[in-house]
């Protein structure tokens, strides 16, 4: 069962536009959540994350969204540029007792940025 | 330069012929894991490391050996490769653990069992 989930594998959307890329999980004992954006033949790199204690965190053009009592989250980034093109993976954590545990990673977005 | 290096960046090898992917980096990082990605699964943790001499399972290790002897370096061991570990493989570390830290990756390997 998939814990986190990304249900758009694409999106598409036209240069200067809003890119708003969704991301929803399952377990309620997740407390973190980050982005991660990663280009074709590179490792995925860190974007933004936010604690489940806010619900919204934002860095120049790029802002999450959080709602925990929908569990979903959401990554905007205005205006949209073409270098944004990449796949996006949200991730989740849980901050377990001795709080050695990895993230749990959607199945990415590919968003494409149209000229 | 702050990085991550894994190698060998591509390799095609047989079932059962054993394999080592390295891993080092530079930023004396505690915390270190590896990731599998597979089409339609995104990433899932195979293992990982707290420190030297701290390593645990992650969400899908059958198969996947590591060590962690030096700070710098978290080599994934193949023991015994088959078909379905033909995935692209993602070495990361970060100052703490994963979770609420951000986490730096190498560029990736890409292997393939035949």
């Known amino acids: 069962d998939q814990q986190v989930k990304q249900n758009s594998p694409s999106l598409s959307v036209q240069e200067g536009r809003i890119s708003i890329l969704n991301c929803d999980y399952t377990?309620?004992?997740?407390?973190?959540f980050l982005w991660y954006k990663k280009y074709p033949a590179e490792g995925p790199t860190f974007l933004i994350s936010i604690s489940s204690i806010k619900d919204k965190n934002e860095d120049g053009r790029f802002t999450v969204f959080l709602n925990k009592s929908a569990k979903h989250l959401s990554l905007h980034i205005v205006p949209s540029q073409p270098g944004d093109s990449a796949v996006y993976f949200c991730?989740?954590?849980?901050?377990?007792?001795?709080?050695?545990?990895?993230?749990?990673f959607g199945k990415g977005t590919h968003l494409i940025i149209q000229p | 330069e702050a990085q991550v290096t894994q190698n060998p960046r591509y390799l095609i090898t047989v079932t059962g012929k054993k394999l080592t992917v390295t891993c080092s980096q530079n930023m004396n990082h505690e915390y270190m894991s590896w990731y599998r990605q597979d089409p339609g699964l995104g990433l899932r943790q195979i293992y990982y490391?707290?420190?030297?001499?701290?390593?645990d399972k992650g969400d899908v290790p059958e198969g996947y050996k590591v060590s962690r002897k030096e700070k710098r370096n978290f080599p994934l061991i193949l023991e015994s490769p088959s078909p379905n570990q033909t995935s692209l493989y993602f070495c990361a570390s970060s100052y703490g653990w994963q979770g609420n830290t951000e986490a730096f990756f190498g560029q990736g390997t890409r292997l393939t069992v035949v």
């Open positions: 991730a989740a954590s849980a901050n377990r007792a001795g709080g050695a545990d990895g993230l749990t």
């Open positions: 490391s707290m420190n030297v001499e701290v390593t």
């Open positions: 377990n309620s004992m997740f407390d973190y």
